[in-house]
């Protein structure tokens, strides 16, 4: 669920693409502040930044065409976002979840107001200067991801070229508008399609609950395959664990105090990923133990009781 935790977690989740270092995403709180053109916003969610994480973001919207975008057909697109936007409540918020592709904007009480179908496009790294698209996260479903764009993979770019880039992405992917996830270190662009209102008398809350959840559950496999595919050292891959559990704390802090649900499953969220973090600084520091398939076994056994842990943890 919520998009700050997803996607501040994104930096960790690219750490086999990288051999060195952000997921479903959830909402992230913008306060309102996200009525605004893309590229008008301050910085996105991803990597291991500070407890900033509540997400102002910004619009942008897609034109049709491949392999290059129509910029006066994105002008006239983010215009009509932002009317859009305009719209809906000062502290509204947003949310989206990657394992059906649904994005939602919300108000403060977490009621549906708005709905579209969700592509995760791509993330801007804010102090590497770089790109990653979202088809080279695995974590995301594959119909969920913006098709892939040539010339547009793991690549360095100034901060002017990523919205360009976003749009490209989009066009290629049907999305008519893209949403800029924004906090102090990253921008994270989502691609929408078929946004439209929901009828007063048909919103119901949008499940914070099970959206942190299915984050938890999801790093948690990727962690285990990222392990088990040796792509990185133990210690490099718990140090970046146990920040995004850092994160999970602050952001239950900070953004989510009033939603008692989603505070309480950052909070278990959390304690999880730090636990993960600690038992494989211990594996590591020995290099017998590292180097046993017993020991393996062992970590990977108790990966899987995390993994419940956390399902348990929703509920």
Known sequence: MADAAALLLWKPLQLAAE?????????????????????KAAAAASSVSTSEASAASA?????????????????????????????LP???????????????????????????????????????????????????????????????????????ESDNMAHQIADASGCRYVYKAVNRANWVYLGLADLKMVD?????????????????????ARL???????????????????????????????????DANAVKTLNAGGKILMRIANDLKMW????RRAHNPEEVKQIMQKLLSFEQAAIL???
């Open 19 to 39: 051999a060195g270092p952000v997921g479903d995403a959830s909402g992230s709180s913008n306060q309102g502040k996200g009525k605004q053109p893309l590229g």
């Open 59 to 87: 619009p942008a919207a897609a034109a049709g065409g491949k392999g290059g975008s129509d910029q006066s057909s994105w002008k006239e697109r983010d215009s009509k976002l932002k009317a859009f936007m305009d719209k």
């Open 90 to 160: 000062n502290n509204f918020d947003y949310r989206v979840s990657f394992e059906d592709g649904k994005f939602a904007f919300v108000d403060s009480k977490n009621i549906v107001l708005a709905q579209a179908k969700v592509k995760l496009l791509m993330s801007y790294n804010l102090v590497k200067k770089s790109v990653v698209g979202g088809w080279a996260n695995p974590s995301v479903p594959k119909q969920y991801v913006g098709t892939e764009v040539k010339g547009i993979k793991n690549v360095d770019a100034e901060p002017k």
């Open 200 to 220: 007063p008398k048909q919103r119901v809350p949008f499940n914070s609950t099970t959206g942190y959840l299915e984050l938890v559950v999801m790093i948690i």
């Open 224 to 258: 285990r395959k990222v392990i088990m595919m040796k792509q990185v050292q133990p210690v490099s891959i718990a140090k970046a664990y146990h920040d995004a559990g850092f994160l999970f704390f602050q952001q239950a802090k900070t953004t989510f105090s009033a």
């Open 284 to 287: 590591a520091m020995d290099a």
């Open 313 to 315: 943890s929703g509920r």
